[in-house]
């Protein structure tokens, strides 16, 4: 079975800038793992690149054994992204949106797909109002059901967690544990490290556009990769 993700000598720059510098690492299908790094690292770009919104200056990326530049289509259905932008229309309701996303990914039997989701994410009481009237946390939801729709087989998360509360953290990671027993891989940013390590097998650590570390991490970890997060960041900063 091919690697949900690969990347391999992944470079990309912004003008003289290097914001990647020659990084390789694969995502084995059904794996979790972390991106961590000081701020400027690179991170966003590596989710970026994987997610085909960017184009690498040097290197390849290949989804699932595709080559994104030969077969985006294919590639694209079988990732999914949450990051900084919900990528929700605001005058639509949450079931609308929902609805139009079902039918760009051609879920089979997308109604009760819907449905499924917005009970799973709690959004049952806010299905029918507008985006624009919901909150942070409500619409971070209704992100999170948007890209579990067409059971991706990876998701590219870039701080999932910002603007929610313990209940809907809880549940968010619920979600994602579930996703992850259901074979999906998940490549994930967060600051939050306590439900990194917890949700995580794995870390890739980022420096200066560099991959400096790749191991293996556990719940307990968290506070020996805030201090290294801590030194890296020391060192760049240098």
């Excluded at 997610?51 to 990326?61: H, N």
């Excluded at 293996?216 to 240098?238: T, Y």
Aim: hydrophobic share 45%; with cysteine.
């Amino acid at each position: 079975m091919p690697a949900a993700l690969e990347v391999d000598h992944l470079t990309k720059r912004f003008g003289r800038t290097p914001a990647l510098d020659n990084v390789s690492a694969a995502i084995d299908a059904g794996a979790a793992v972390l991106l961590l790094g000081p701020n400027g690292a690179g991170k966003t770009t590596l989710l970026r690149c994987a997610a085909t919104l960017l184009k690498p200056s040097r290197g390849r990326v290949r989804i699932a054994g595709l080559d994104p530049v030969t077969d985006g289509a294919a590639a694209r259905r079988r990732l999914a992204v949450l990051g900084h932008e919900s990528f929700l229309y605001a005058d639509l309701t949450a079931a609308e949106n929902l609805a139009f996303y079902a039918r760009l990914y051609r879920v089979t039997d997308a109604v009760a797909r819907v449905e499924t989701l917005l009970d799973r994410l709690g959004l049952r009481g806010w299905a029918h109002r507008p985006v624009r009237t919901l909150s942070r946390g409500l619409v971070q939801r209704c992100a999170v059901a948007r890209v579990l729709l067409h059971d991706p087989s990876l998701l590219l998360l870039d701080e999932p967690f910002t603007g929610l509360d313990a209940d809907a953290r809880a549940l968010l990671c619920s979600v994602l544990r579930e996703a992850h027993a259901h074979g999906t891989a998940v490549l994930m940013s967060t600051h939050e490290l306590a439900l990194g390590t917890a949700l995580c097998q794995r870390a890739l650590i980022l420096a200066g556009g560099r991959l400096v570390w790749d191991g293996p991490v556990g719940p307990g970890d968290a506070d020996r990769l805030d201090g290294e997060l801590r030194r890296l960041s020391g060192r760049v900063a240098a």
